[in-house]
T-cell receptor, first 112, second 117 residues
């Protein structure tokens, strides 16, 4: 069974801090994704990666960056956290573009 | 551009009732994939089904069934004899060409289903 693990379930950070959200998958999947989920807005894609060191912007990349140095790990970075980045962040992976996504449990980030 | 609309924001049903969750999509692509995911209160989204655009057969899996109709661009999800464990947010999603050869997965905003005992 595929497991996608997000390093933190809950995180509280201050405005202006640099924040790292880590995600690891154990099934050798090519693709990895970062989404944010907000009430009434559904899931919105921030960034995705289809290979090591490759990244593509999603629908809302502003204020975020990502890193994929190893196939199993995909990190989301908030260079300078702001209150409007308070949200639930979901990491996912998939074998290929049309395969189902496997999601982690999510990280609820609060920026104060 | 492609779009997925789940018009029902929240639905409440009494246990054992049947319930249908609507999903309407828009795409110019002729080859695309449709998905349903379930997000229980624990938070982790779970894959339920995938359908490609060339397969319009309806599917049944236990109490769950899906009705795919290309003519109306809909991929509706029915739960028969609902149970409290079905309480969750359900997302419909579309994978296809969102424009200029850019393929991506687009989610609807989700439908929150509450099954009351």
């Amino acid at each position: 069974d595929v497991k996608v693990t997000q390093s933190s379930r809950y995180l509280v950070k201050r405005t202006g801090e640099k924040v790292f959200l880590e995600c690891v998958q154990d099934m050798d999947h090519e693709n990895m994704f970062w989404y944010r989920q907000d009430p009434g807005l559904g899931l919105r894609l921030i960034y995705f990666s289809y290979d090591v060191k490759m990244k593509e912007k999603g629908d809302i990349p502003e204020g975020y960056s990502v890193s994929r140095e190893k196939k199993e790990r995909f990190s989301l970075i908030l260079e300078s956290a702001s209150t409007n980045q308070t949200s639930m962040y979901l990491c996912a992976s998939s074998l290929d573009s049309v395969s189902p996504l496997h999601f982690g449990n999510g990280t609820r980030l609060t920026v104060t | 551009a492609q779009k997925v609309t789940q018009a029902q924001t929240e639905i409440s049903v009494v246990e054992k009732e049947d319930v249908t969750l609507d999903c309407v999509y828009e795409t110019r692509d002729t080859t695309y994939y449709l998905f349903w995911y379930k997000q229980p209160p624990s938070g982790e989204l779970v894959f339920l089904i995938r359908r490609n655009s060339f397969d319009e057969q309806n599917e049944i899996s236990g109490r769950y069934s899906w009705n795919f109709q290309k003519s109306t661009s809909s991929f509706n999800f029915t739960i028969t004899a609902s149970q409290v464990v079905d309480s969750a947010v359900y997302f419909c999603a579309l994978y296809g060409d969102s424009g200029a050869g850019s393929y991506q997965l687009t989610f609807g905003k989700g439908t929150k289903l509450s099954v009351i005992p």
